[in-house]
Protein backbone atom coordinates (compact mmCIF):
# COMPACT_ATOMS: atom_id res chain seq x y z
CA UNK A 1 0.00 0.00 0.00
CA UNK A 2 1.42 3.78 -0.92
CA UNK A 3 1.12 5.75 2.30
CA UNK A 4 -0.84 9.14 2.09
CA UNK A 5 0.52 12.27 3.73
CA UNK A 6 -1.40 15.59 4.34
CA UNK A 7 -0.17 19.11 3.09
CA UNK A 8 -1.12 22.33 2.83
CA UNK A 9 -2.70 23.24 -0.42
CA UNK A 10 -1.15 26.27 -0.17
CA UNK A 11 1.48 26.65 1.98
CA UNK A 12 1.94 29.54 4.19
CA UNK A 13 5.75 29.23 3.34
CA UNK A 14 4.68 29.90 -0.52
CA UNK A 15 6.32 26.78 -1.97
CA UNK A 16 10.27 27.93 -0.16
CA UNK A 17 10.11 23.92 1.18
CA UNK A 18 9.77 25.31 5.04
CA UNK A 19 6.52 23.32 5.64
CA UNK A 20 6.77 20.38 7.78
CA UNK A 21 5.40 18.06 5.10
CA UNK A 22 8.80 18.69 3.45
CA UNK A 23 10.99 16.78 5.97
CA UNK A 24 8.68 13.65 5.22
CA UNK A 25 8.75 13.71 1.30
CA UNK A 26 12.49 14.26 1.45
CA UNK A 27 12.62 11.20 4.23
CA UNK A 28 10.69 9.39 1.46
CA UNK A 29 12.82 10.54 -1.06
CA UNK A 30 15.41 9.21 0.32
CA UNK A 31 14.44 5.55 1.31
CA UNK A 32 12.78 5.20 -2.67
CA UNK A 33 9.49 4.59 -1.45
CA UNK A 34 6.31 6.63 -3.24
CA UNK A 35 3.94 8.42 -1.65
CA UNK A 36 0.71 10.05 -2.12
CA UNK A 37 -0.13 13.81 -0.69
CA UNK A 38 -3.62 14.53 0.28
CA UNK A 39 -3.82 18.13 0.11
CA UNK A 40 -5.55 19.95 2.76
CA UNK A 41 -7.15 23.53 2.75
CA UNK A 42 -6.45 26.34 5.65
CA UNK A 43 -9.52 26.04 7.53
CA UNK A 44 -10.13 22.48 6.71
CA UNK A 45 -6.78 21.37 8.97
CA UNK A 46 -8.73 22.11 12.09
CA UNK A 47 -12.29 19.63 11.13
CA UNK A 48 -13.00 17.22 12.68
CA UNK A 49 -12.06 15.01 9.68
CA UNK A 50 -8.55 15.99 9.86
CA UNK A 51 -8.56 16.22 13.66
CA UNK A 52 -9.17 12.26 13.73
CA UNK A 53 -5.80 12.03 12.27
CA UNK A 54 -4.15 14.61 14.09
CA UNK A 55 -5.46 15.88 17.49
CA UNK A 56 -3.90 19.61 16.98
CA UNK A 57 -5.31 20.23 13.63
CA UNK A 58 -1.86 20.50 12.01
CA UNK A 59 -0.05 18.71 9.05
CA UNK A 60 1.84 16.36 8.22
CA UNK A 61 0.07 13.62 8.98
CA UNK A 62 0.70 10.23 7.74
CA UNK A 63 -2.07 7.07 7.13
CA UNK A 64 -1.00 3.23 5.95
CA UNK A 65 -3.37 1.00 6.43
CA UNK A 66 -5.29 1.16 9.62
CA UNK A 67 -1.90 3.07 11.23
CA UNK A 68 -2.27 6.93 11.91
CA UNK A 69 0.76 9.12 12.68
CA UNK A 70 1.76 12.75 13.61
CA UNK A 71 4.51 14.69 14.45
CA UNK A 72 6.77 15.30 11.31
CA UNK A 73 9.49 13.77 14.00
CA UNK A 74 7.87 10.42 14.66
CA UNK A 75 6.46 9.87 10.59
CA UNK A 76 10.81 10.76 9.39
CA UNK A 77 11.71 8.25 12.06
CA UNK A 78 8.73 5.56 11.16
CA UNK A 79 10.18 5.79 7.64
CA UNK A 80 14.09 5.00 8.54
CA UNK A 81 12.62 2.60 10.55
CA UNK A 82 11.08 0.23 7.86
CA UNK A 83 13.38 1.64 4.86
CA UNK A 84 17.28 1.20 4.39
CA UNK A 85 18.64 4.31 3.83
CA UNK A 86 18.50 6.67 6.65
CA UNK A 87 19.67 4.83 9.54
CA UNK A 88 22.91 3.15 10.00
CA UNK A 89 22.79 -0.69 10.34
CA UNK A 90 25.34 -0.92 13.22
CA UNK A 91 23.16 -0.59 16.77
CA UNK A 92 24.79 2.40 18.57
CA UNK A 93 25.27 4.15 15.07
CA UNK A 94 21.58 3.85 15.05
CA UNK A 95 20.78 5.05 18.58
CA UNK A 96 23.17 7.83 18.10
CA UNK A 97 21.54 8.94 14.55
CA UNK A 98 18.33 9.28 16.29
CA UNK A 99 19.52 11.13 19.05
CA UNK A 100 20.80 13.73 16.52
CA UNK A 101 16.84 13.70 15.32
CA UNK A 102 15.73 14.45 18.95
CA UNK A 103 18.53 16.80 19.12
CA UNK A 104 16.91 18.83 16.21
CA UNK A 105 13.37 18.60 17.01
CA UNK A 106 13.66 19.65 20.61
CA UNK A 107 17.22 21.43 21.32
CA UNK A 108 17.79 23.51 17.70
CA UNK A 109 14.43 24.06 16.33
CA UNK A 110 12.43 25.34 19.63
CA UNK A 111 14.99 28.46 19.52
CA UNK A 112 14.12 29.39 15.42
CA UNK A 113 10.84 28.97 16.07
CA UNK A 114 10.89 31.62 18.63
CA UNK A 115 11.97 33.83 16.22
CA UNK A 116 9.62 33.26 13.50
CA UNK A 117 7.03 33.67 16.04
CA UNK A 118 8.91 36.86 17.18
CA UNK A 119 8.75 38.19 14.26
CA UNK A 120 5.01 37.26 13.14
CA UNK A 121 2.90 38.14 16.32
CA UNK A 122 5.31 40.91 18.16
CA UNK A 123 6.48 42.95 15.75
CA UNK A 124 3.94 45.70 15.96
CA UNK A 125 4.52 45.29 19.66
CA UNK A 126 6.65 48.18 22.21
CA UNK A 127 9.25 45.37 22.91
CA UNK A 128 9.88 44.03 19.95
CA UNK A 129 13.47 45.90 18.95
CA UNK A 130 14.48 44.61 22.73
CA UNK A 131 13.41 41.16 21.94
CA UNK A 132 14.59 40.30 18.81
CA UNK A 133 18.42 40.78 19.40
CA UNK A 134 17.70 38.19 23.50
CA UNK A 135 15.69 35.48 20.40
CA UNK A 136 18.61 35.50 18.15
CA UNK A 137 21.19 35.36 21.09
CA UNK A 138 19.82 32.17 22.04
CA UNK A 139 20.38 30.81 18.42
CA UNK A 140 23.46 32.09 18.13
CA UNK A 141 24.22 29.68 21.54
CA UNK A 142 23.05 26.58 19.72
CA UNK A 143 24.24 27.43 16.55
CA UNK A 144 27.99 27.90 17.57
CA UNK A 145 27.44 24.59 19.73
CA UNK A 146 26.48 22.76 16.94
CA UNK A 147 29.39 23.99 14.98
CA UNK A 148 31.50 23.16 17.07
CA UNK A 149 30.53 19.76 17.16
CA UNK A 150 30.11 19.31 13.54
CA UNK A 151 33.66 20.37 12.44
CA UNK A 152 34.92 20.21 8.87
CA UNK A 153 32.54 16.30 9.11
CA UNK A 154 30.40 16.58 6.32
CA UNK A 155 27.48 15.12 8.45
CA UNK A 156 27.05 14.87 12.18
CA UNK A 157 27.94 11.23 12.59
CA UNK A 158 29.55 9.50 9.72
CA UNK A 159 27.32 8.90 6.83
CA UNK A 160 24.05 11.04 5.93
CA UNK A 161 21.27 9.87 8.07
CA UNK A 162 17.96 10.62 9.25
CA UNK A 163 19.63 13.05 12.22
CA UNK A 164 21.30 15.32 9.28
CA UNK A 165 18.07 15.29 7.51
CA UNK A 166 15.97 16.39 10.66
CA UNK A 167 18.84 18.99 11.27
CA UNK A 168 19.14 20.35 8.27
CA UNK A 169 15.16 20.64 7.82
CA UNK A 170 15.46 22.46 11.40
CA UNK A 171 18.01 24.89 9.72
CA UNK A 172 16.64 25.99 6.41
CA UNK A 173 14.27 27.96 8.17
CA UNK A 174 17.12 30.46 9.12
CA UNK A 175 18.30 30.94 5.60
CA UNK A 176 17.14 33.79 5.31
CA UNK A 177 17.98 35.41 8.03
CA UNK A 178 21.14 36.00 7.99
CA UNK A 179 21.94 33.98 11.35
CA UNK A 180 23.46 30.70 9.62
CA UNK A 181 26.01 32.98 7.28
CA UNK A 182 27.95 33.42 10.93
CA UNK A 183 28.57 30.07 10.77
CA UNK A 184 30.23 29.04 7.38
CA UNK A 185 30.26 25.42 8.34
CA UNK A 186 26.66 25.19 9.11
CA UNK A 187 25.74 27.11 5.69
CA UNK A 188 28.03 24.51 4.06
CA UNK A 189 26.01 21.73 5.51
CA UNK A 190 22.80 22.76 4.69
CA UNK A 191 23.96 23.43 1.11
CA UNK A 192 24.93 19.67 1.09
CA UNK A 193 21.83 18.32 2.32
CA UNK A 194 19.90 20.55 -0.38
CA UNK A 195 21.98 19.26 -2.98
CA UNK A 196 20.88 15.79 -2.29
CA UNK A 197 19.18 14.78 -5.38
CA UNK A 198 16.23 13.27 -2.53
CA UNK A 199 15.82 16.35 -1.48
CA UNK A 200 15.85 17.97 -4.87
CA UNK A 201 12.94 15.99 -5.44
CA UNK A 202 10.71 16.42 -2.80
CA UNK A 203 11.37 20.24 -3.16
CA UNK A 204 10.19 20.56 -6.86
CA UNK A 205 7.19 18.18 -5.36
CA UNK A 206 5.73 20.42 -3.03
CA UNK A 207 6.44 23.50 -5.24
CA UNK A 208 4.40 22.15 -7.77
CA UNK A 209 1.86 21.39 -5.18
CA UNK A 210 2.02 25.23 -4.07
CA UNK A 211 2.30 26.69 -7.90
CA UNK A 212 -0.43 24.57 -8.87
CA UNK A 213 -3.05 25.72 -6.19
CA UNK A 214 -1.80 29.32 -7.08
CA UNK A 215 -3.23 29.09 -10.36
CA UNK A 216 -6.46 27.35 -9.39
CA UNK A 217 -7.19 30.77 -7.15
N1 LIG B 1 5.54 19.56 15.80
C1 LIG B 1 4.74 19.46 14.60
C2 LIG B 1 5.48 18.60 13.55
O1 LIG B 1 6.72 18.63 13.54
O2 LIG B 1 4.82 17.90 12.76
C3 LIG B 1 4.46 20.85 14.07
C4 LIG B 1 3.53 20.79 12.86
C5 LIG B 1 3.18 22.19 12.39
O3 LIG B 1 3.44 23.21 13.05
N2 LIG B 1 2.58 22.21 11.20
C6 LIG B 1 2.15 23.48 10.65
C7 LIG B 1 0.67 23.58 10.83
O4 LIG B 1 -0.07 22.66 10.56
C8 LIG B 1 2.47 23.48 9.16
S1 LIG B 1 4.11 23.91 8.81
N3 LIG B 1 0.21 24.74 11.31
C9 LIG B 1 -1.18 25.00 11.49
C10 LIG B 1 -1.57 25.08 12.92
O5 LIG B 1 -0.74 24.83 13.82
O6 LIG B 1 -2.74 25.40 13.14
C11 LIG B 1 3.94 25.66 9.15
C12 LIG B 1 4.95 26.57 8.51
C13 LIG B 1 4.49 27.70 7.94
C14 LIG B 1 5.37 28.64 7.42
C15 LIG B 1 6.74 28.41 7.50
N4 LIG B 1 7.64 29.39 7.00
O7 LIG B 1 7.19 30.31 6.29
O8 LIG B 1 8.83 29.32 7.28
C16 LIG B 1 7.20 27.26 8.07
C17 LIG B 1 6.29 26.35 8.60
Do not use: C
Not at 46 to 65: C, M, N, S, V
Not at 81 to 95: C, F, I, K, S, V
Not at 99 to 119: R, Y
Not at 164 to 182: N, Y
Amino acid sequence: MTPTITAFQRSPDRGRGLARDMRVRWAFEEVGQSYEVRLVSLGAHKEPAHRALHPFGQIPTYEDGDLVLFESGAIVFHIAQRHAGLLPGDANARARAMTWMFAALSTVEPPILDLHNTKLLEGDKSWYEQRLPVVEDRIRVRLGELSARLGDAHWLDGAFSAGDLMMVAVLLRLKTSGLLDEYPNLSAYVARGEARPAYKRAFDAQLAAFTASSRTG
